[in-house]
């Protein structure tokens, strides 16, 4: 990557400058957050549940938790209608600071809302607000930042820069489940009850100004003279679902396919504490593999879709994925050692990562700039809400119904299909020049 902001030349269109190191960071920054926050809120659950949702029944008190944690899902669709769209009529740099902003709001309330025992019901209550402000940043983050980093790339190398969004979710469960393992050695159980258990959301509210600081210096890649004209958040959606709605649907099953896989495989641990009943050390191992090998192998999905295309790049792993899932929940299932869990984990990673990663590039080359933000916003906003935010509860709710603990692999191969499907529909736009 240039460390400096030079001019690329696009045949017939004016020049775009070209992303630096700097500019990459914070382009994907939110994203970082986004699975940082997650990862981290998942790892203190029941701890959060004692200090905000107080009951005798300490089931009661981790379901409202994770009940609270997900109603930061409702708020997503909001904001990647509305953040999309404002994306598309005022520039990429204007929404990336909103999304940032908003986040470091949400990341506020949750770090430092004082416990049900200080201040009583208000406490649930800016705990909620917390979630839902952050669900609305979150779901108009991905759409700027992702439209930016297209926009901004040099044009043979933009799957690989835009393929740093999935990226920087393997750092965030990295760091997210560093940090978690450290904070529970270092602390004792009490302290870590007390308060220890908001230092992460600190340190990562922590980066918001650093955020902010980068994201203002951003150079704007939305050419207004190419931007839509239409002056409303009505007129941009009407625009959009008028002539694009095809492409928004296509994406919106692509988005699904990826988006249970990755839930799915975020569950390891879960699983393999609950179902498959190992030790906590081996089951956080699984976490943080999983984001070990998102990071490099969504990087190296980028790359091969600048060398062969789009679409053989997605199709390929995701048909990997559909043969390979059920034999590897079966090994695991069966011989319930670190190794096989580890290994397998690792193999459903990487072939996950390497299609996913490049349909966050395909998408919004398949639309015109008036559109691009907006319509990624609204498929990615919809699809993580609707699927990515009940993926756990179904494959809970099917492993306790049915007492197969290959129920997992079920519900990640039907939505591969499904999504294998969509990507054949898609129009291939590796040396195809973005639309205007």
């Known amino acids: 990557m240039a460390d400096s902001m030079t001019a690329v030349a696009i045949p017939g269109s004016s020049p775009v400058p070209q992303i630096s190191r700097t500019a990459v960071a914070a382009a994907v920054l939110g994203n970082v957050l986004e699975f940082y926050d997650f990862s981290t809120y998942a790892f203190f659950a029941v701890m959060i549940g004692r200090a905000f949702f107080p009951a005798e029944n300490p089931l009661i008190s981790l379901l409202l938790s994770v009940a609270t944690f997900g109603v930061g899902f409702i708020t997503r669709p909001l904001g990647g209608f509305l953040i999309g769209a404002y994306s598309d009529r005022a520039g990429r740099k204007p929404a990336m600071l909103l999304t940032i902003a908003l986040m470091g709001i949400g990341m506020l309330g949750l770090a430092l809302t004082p416990s049900y025992a200080t201040i009583g019901p208000a406490a649930p209550i800016l705990v909620v607000l917390a979630r839902l402000i952050q669900g609305f940043a979150l779901g108009g983050e991905v759409g700027p930042a992702t439209s930016f980093l297209i926009e901004a790339a040099p044009p043979a190398e933009r799957g690989y820069y835009a393929s740093w969004q999935l990226a920087s979710q393997g750092v965030a469960t990295l760091i997210a489940g560093a940090l978690g393992v450290v904070l529970s050695v270092a602390l004792s159980a009490e302290a870590m009850e007390a308060w220890g258990w908001r230092i992460p959301f600190l340190l990562g509210m922590a980066i918001i100004p650093v955020g902010l600081y980068i994201r203002r210096h951003l150079p704007e890649t939305l050419d207004q003279e190419a931007a839509t004209t239409q002056h409303s958040v009505q007129g ?78 997605m199709i390929v792993p995701r048909i990997a994925l559909v043969v390979l899932a059920y034999p590897a929940f079966l090994m695991m299932a069966e011989a319930r050692t670190a190794t096989v869990l580890l290994l397998t984990t690792a193999l459903l990673t990487a072939l996950n990562a390497i299609g996913a990663a490049v349909s966050l590039v395909l998408i919004p080359e398949s639309l015109p700039k008036s559109v691009r933000s907006t319509g990624l916003s609204v498929a990615y906003a919809v699809g993580v809400t609707v699927f990515g935010g009940t993926t756990q509860f179904v494959i809970t709710a099917l492993i306790g119904a049915t007492g197969n603990p290959l129920s997992p692999a079920w519900y990640m191969i039907i939505s591969s299909l499904i999504g294998v499907v969509a990507m054949m529909m898609m129009t291939e736009t590796k040396d195809a020049a973005l639309a205007d």
Request: positive net charge; proline residues 1%; hydrophobic residues 60%.
């Open 236 to 313: 941009v959606l009407s625009f959009l679902f008028a002539n694009h709605l095809r492409a928004v649907l296509l994406a919106l099953l692509v988005i699904m396919a990826g988006t249970i896989s990755t839930y799915i495989l975020n569950y390891m641990t879960t699983y393999a504490m609950t179902t498959l009943h190992m030790a906590t050390s081996v089951s956080i191992a699984a976490t943080m593999m999983v984001g070990l090998f998102t990071l490099i192998f969504s990087l190296a999905g980028g790359l091969l879709a600048d060398r062969v295309g789009r679409k053989p790049v």
